[in-house]
């Protein structure tokens, strides 16, 4: 069955550090991977993409890796700040649909 | 300031009740997309459109949910009869057609079914 795996603990980092976040896949063969932001009582927001082609995407304090071999996806957040801590959520694309992941909690320690 | 709208915010309903989500997508967009979400389960997919036809609904559990699109700027989810399990966070989204189109989410609908 198809599945798409995030840590279900959260990750507590403190300020300043890098927070890093994995997605793992199964039997899945997506044309591309997003990632989303969602703070409590609201909805998912984009942050990035990066194509089934594509090794690293970078954005601001953002970095998104991809390995299709691996079936994996990384996401950095570099220099964090308190701001940060958010519920971060991925995503596969293709095949008109877009299935998530069921999201990784970062708590940024001032 | 374009965003998706959902309505209602918050729906407590009796079991057996019809109960009815609304969506306006952002305008000019083709692609809309229903969620649901629960701690358990997380983000579901539910149904997806483009150019308002149907194109996967297979997430949703047909015999009491239904989705369409009356219009561009309409999506409704109506669910008859509702069960307790159906208790959740609807989220519509909206986008454009194309590779690696963004979702633009609303702010969903918190349903309750007593």
């Known amino acids: 069955s198809q599945k798409i795996e995030q840590n279900s603990e959260a990750l507590n980092i403190q300020e300043g550090k890098t927070a890093t976040l994995t997605c793992n896949y199964t039997?899945?063969?997506?044309?591309?991977l997003q990632w989303y932001r969602q703070d409590p009582g609201r909805g998912p927001v984009f942050l990035l993409l990066?194509?089934?082609?594509?090794k690293e995407k970078r954005k601001e304090r953002l970095k998104v890796t991809f390995d299709t071999t691996l079936k994996q996806s990384l996401f950095h957040i570099t220099a964090s700040q308190p701001a940060d801590s958010a519920t971060y959520l991925c995503a596969l694309g293709g095949n008109n649909r877009l299935a998530f992941g069921k999201g990784n909690q970062v708590v940024v320690i001032p | 300031d374009a965003r998706v709208t959902q309505t209602p915010r918050h729906k407590v309903t009796e079991m057996g009740q019809e109960v009815t989500m609304r969506c306006q997508p952002i305008?000019?967009?083709?692609?809309v997309f229903w969620y649901r979400q629960t701690m358990m389960q997380g983000l579901e997919l539910l149904a997806y459109?483009?150019?308002?036809?149907?194109?996967?609904d297979s997430g949703m559990p047909k015999d009491r949910f239904s989705a369409e699109m009356p219009d561009a700027t309409l999506a409704t989810l109506k669910i008859q009869p509702s069960e307790p399990r159906d208790s959740a966070v609807y989220f519509c989204a909206s986008g454009l057609t194309g590779k690696g189109t963004e979702a633009f989410f609303g702010q969903g609908t918190r349903l309750t079914v007593v």
């Open positions: 039997n899945y063969s997506p044309a591309y």
């Open positions: 305008l000019g967009h083709n692609t």
């Open positions: 459109f483009r150019n308002r036809a149907p194109l996967d």
């Open positions: 990066i194509r089934e082609n594509e």
